[in-house]
């Protein structure tokens, strides 16, 4: 399966932005979807993941209450509703998704096995 993120772009703190994560070649029914991202200097952290089966939900704490995972099946996209935007959410966001994952390493980014191609957040303060 083929991974396409999209949506970033420059935005002011306190405002919003929608990601997707497109996939093509087959259909993410039964895949595990996590968001990742890494800014500059730093490394890639766990933002966001929905489960393979039962649409479990799990969330960086220090995304927890701002921002959102969905998933669209017949679209076969996932979303990732970033609200309350601040200046330290600016990086480059990854989708990323497994349908061999297990739950406990779904924080995990080695855990997947298929990666978008990153979009770029920048949060302006």
């Known amino acids: 399966v083929q991974l396409q993120a999209s949506g970033g772009g420059l935005v002011q703190a306190g405002g919003s932005l929608r990601l997707s994560c497109a996939a093509s070649?087959?259909?993410?029914?039964?895949?595990?979807v996590g968001w990742f991202r890494q800014a500059p200097g730093k490394e890639r952290e766990f933002v966001a993941g929905?489960?393979?089966?039962?649409?479990?939900?799990y969330y960086a704490d220090s995304v927890k209450g701002r921002f959102t995972i969905s998933r669209d099946n017949a679209k076969n996209t996932v979303y990732l509703q970033m609200n309350s935007l601040e200046p330290e959410d600016t990086a480059v966001y990854y989708c990323?998704?497994?349908?061999?994952?297990?739950?406990?390493?779904?924080?995990?980014?080695?855990?997947?096995?298929?990666w978008g191609q990153g979009t770029l957040v920048t949060v302006s303060s």
């Open positions: 990323a998704a497994s349908n061999s994952i297990i739950q406990s390493r779904y924080r995990d980014y080695d855990g997947y096995r298929y």
């Open positions: 070649g087959g259909t993410l029914r039964g895949y595990a």
């Open positions: 929905y489960s393979r089966t039962g649409g479990y939900t």
